[in-house]
């Protein structure tokens, strides 16, 4: 099987509305064109699954379905719970949420900009469009630059807020920004979960690592036609894209010490 068939699209979006906050419009899609986006899945007749179903097969092996695909969002924007979440529904297409506890509780705080918000309280409704629901951390930081306390901290609290509310075990995380080392994945698996998934903006594989999965970033320019070659293992248009697993490159290590670098000096802060 060649590299291009072994792939397996794993789409990360943020916000549907049409009317998004400056600080995550780049990010954002319109339900109009997240609709297209949904029809082009259904028509590339792969199988959507949540995160949890590979994370199982990347763990010990249990079948996939021949062609899959993994639909995810971040964050827990307010559109989620409503339209977004009816909209998979109504195709019949499951999806895992990764929501940041910090920005959805009230009397919490997160680093993430102001922007219409789902509530903590909503999560359980999730489940019942089935959506699995995973953490994002607390406050949505750089996990990457914190030193070991506030790491695990961002881990654990976050896991517990939503198992508290779910009645259920949260065995699956997203970092934020996509942003990790060696040190945050053995952390994120001695915290408990059996997943995490980074953001490399490339394709995910039977191959790939279970605490840094690999995902396609949504950006507003993405269209229906670039979701059409994502599902057929190819790039969207202009775009080149590697199929996970890989290792870091050079920039990414050398990006990652300024940050760390930034961060002892001006504190933990959002990288939009």
């Known amino acids: 099987m060649s590299a291009r068939q072994a792939a397996i699209p794993v789409l990360l979006y943020h916000a549907v509305t049409d009317h998004p906050p400056a600080w995550i419009a780049e990010f954002t899609v319109t339900p ?16 959507p699954v949540p995160v949890s179903a590979l994370a199982r097969h990347l763990a010990d092996g249990r079948p996939l379905p021949p062609r899959p695909v993994v639909l995810t969002f971040d964050d827990g924007f307010a559109d989620l719970p409503g ?3 009816e909209a998979l ?16 509780t009230p009397g919490r705080v997160s680093l993430l900009p102001p922007a219409p918000m789902m509530r903590i309280a909503q999560a359980p409704r999730l489940a019942s469009y089935g959506i699995e629901v995973g953490a994002h951390t607390v406050t949505h930081a750089q996990l990457d630059t914190l030193p070991a306390r506030d790491l695990n901290r961002e881990l654990r609290d976050s896991k517990a807020a939503l198992e508290d509310v779910l009645g259920h075990e949260v065995a699956h995380l997203a970092y934020p920004h996509g942003y990790n080392s060696p040190a945050v994945r053995r952390a994120s698996a001695a915290a408990g979960y059996a997943s ?3 953001v490399r903006h490339a394709l995910s594989s039977r191959r790939d690592e279970s605490y840094r999965i690999a995902r396609l970033i949504v950006r507003r320019r993405h269209t229906a036609r670039d979701v059409e070659r994502w599902m057929d293992g190819r790039p969207a248009e202009g775009e080149a894209v590697r199929v996970a697993p890989f290792g870091d490159s050079l920039p990414t290590v050398g990006w990652r010490l300024y940050r760390r670098t930034r961060a002892r000096l001006r504190g933990p802060e959002f990288a939009g």
């Open 89 to 104: 529904a109504a195709r019949h297409l499951p999806a895992t949420a990764y929501l940041t506890t910090g920005a959805i």
């Open 83 to 85: 339209p977004t979440a």
């Open 196 to 198: 995490a998934v980074a």
């Open 32 to 47: 109009r064109e997240f609709a297209a986006h949904l029809d082009a899945v259904v028509a590339a007749g792969r199988t």
